[in-house]
């Protein structure tokens, strides 16, 4: 079984910065990969980006790329997705997900696992 605990959310002013953690239990993380999906009132879940296994290769949406990092440290089995530049229009429930079988899916259907999502607001 693996657990999946964001954190790292908060109301911020457009232009700075935050970072999201997402810490996960379970001996076998390194063979998960890991995403992140985020969800704005009102509309569906939205792929954000994404990170593979052992050789750490990413995928963005094309919304956040250029602003937006994940990296993942298998060690300490944790994730993260560093936010820069935040804009109004990333307000959303941020959720972390790890796949077996898709690393650096883009489909929320491929995640196993789903943590319980982080609030992140950015005020204009």
């Known amino acids: 079984q693996v657990q999946l605990v964001e954190s790292g959310g908060g109301l911020v002013q457009a232009g700075v910065s935050l970072r999201l953690s997402c810490a996960v239990s379970?001996?076998?993380?390194?063979?998960?990969?890991m995403g992140w999906f985020r969800q704005a009132p009102g509309k569906e879940r939205e792929f954000a980006a994404a990170?593979?296994?052992?050789?750490?290769?990413?995928d963005y949406a094309d919304s956040v790329k250029g602003r937006f990092t994940i990296s993942r440290d298998n060690a300490k089995n944790t994730v993260w997705l560093q936010m820069n530049s935040l804009k109004p229009e990333d307000t959303a429930v941020y959720y972390c997900?790890?796949?077996?079988?898709?690393?650096?899916?883009?489909?929320?259907?491929?995640?196993?696992?789903w943590g319980q999502g982080t609030q992140v607001t950015v005020s204009s």
């Open positions: 379970g001996r076998t993380f390194s063979r998960y990969g």
């Open positions: 997900a790890a796949t077996r079988n898709r690393p650096g899916s883009r489909w929320s259907y491929d995640y196993d696992y």
């Open positions: 990170i593979s296994w052992t050789r750490g290769t990413t």
